[in-house]
C-alpha cells in the first residue's frame, strides 16, 4: 500500500446534479488516522442530508451497519484501509451509485450487494478476492468496474450479465482466457488485461465491436494480433 497522507476533515455543502441548495452534504474524512468511523456520521440527521462519504486512506478495519442505513448515500469511498470484509447490511444502501473499496484486505464481497441496483461504478482494486463476487455479476447498471490485483484466475459466465459496462479492468491477475459470454458486453470501451498469463489474444475479443482501448501489456504473447 501507498503510505497514508495526513490532511484535515473538512465538511462540505454540495450541490448534486445541478439541483438547487437542498442542504445535501458531502463528507470528507480522508487521510485523518481514523480507526473507527465516528458516530456523528450516521446519526438521524446525517440520514436526512448525507450523499457522499470519503473514508480514504485511514486505517479502518470494519465499517458499521449504521452506515448502510443512509438512505440518500450516493458515494462511498473507503480506498486504502484496512477492511477485511463489508458488511452483509451494504444491502440497503439502495441509493449508491458508486463504491471504491480498493486497496484494502477483502476476500469477499457480501452478496446482498446486488440490491444496491443503481450501482454504476464499482472499484474493488487491489484486494485478495480471489474470485469475482456472484453479487458484483448482479449488478446489471454497472459502466464501470475495476478488479486489478485481486488474484483472479478465472471469470464465470455471469460475467456477460452486465452488459452496460464501458470500462472494465483487469490487470495484474492470473487469467488465461476469458469467458465466451464476454460478447455480450455490447458497450465495453476500454478493457484491461495487463499483466495477466494470456499467451494469445481471447477470440471473443473479436466479437466486441465497440472497444476502443484494449491492454495486454505485459503477457507472454505467442502469436500477435493482426493490425
Known amino acids: 500500500k501507498q503510505s497514508k497522507q495526513r490532511s484535515f476533515p473538512r465538511l462540505v455543502c454540495s450541490c448534486l446534479d445541478g439541483e438547487g441548495d437542498d442542504g445535501s452534504l458531502i463528507l470528507d474524512l480522508s487521510h485523518t488516522r481514523l480507526h473507527t468511523v465516528p458516530p456523528q456520521v450516521y446519526t438521524p440527521a446525517s440520514a436526512q442530508s448525507l450523499q457522499e462519504i470519503h473514508l480514504d486512506g485511514n486505517y479502518i478495519q470494519e465499517l458499521p451497519k449504521e452506515l448502510c442505513a443512509l438512505p440518500l448515500l450516493r458515494v462511498l469511498s ?90 472494465l479492468e483487469l490487470r495484474d491477475n492470473h487469467l488465461n482466457s476469458l469467458p465466451k459470454a464476454m460478447h455480450r458486453l455490447s458497450q465495453l470501451r476500454r478493457l484491461d488485461l495487463g499483466c495477466n498469463d494470456f499467451s494469445h489474444v481471447p477470440p471473443v475479443l473479436q466479437q466486441l465491436t465497440t472497444l476502443q482501448e484494449l491492454l495486454m501489456d505485459g503477457n507472454s504473447l505467442l502469436i500477435l494480433p493482426a493490425v
Open 78 to 167: 473507503v480506498a486504502d484501509n484496512d477492511l477485511a470484509s463489508l458488511p452483509p447490511a451494504i444491502g440497503g444502501l439502495a441509493g449508491l451509485r458508486r463504491i471504491d473499496a480498493s486497496r484494502n484486505e477483502l476476500r469477499d464481497i457480501p452478496d446482498n450487494i446486488r440490491s444496491c441496483r443503481q450501482l454504476s461504478v464499482v472499484n474493488v482494486s487491489n484486494n485478495t478476492l480471489s474470485r469475482l463476487p456472484d453479487g458484483l455479476t448482479q449488478l446489471v447498471s454497472l459502466t464501470e468496474l475495476y478488479l486489478s490485483d485481486v488474484l483472479l484466475e478465472f471469470l464465470p459466465a455471469s460475467l456477460g450479465r452486465l452488459c452496460k459496462l464501458r470500462v
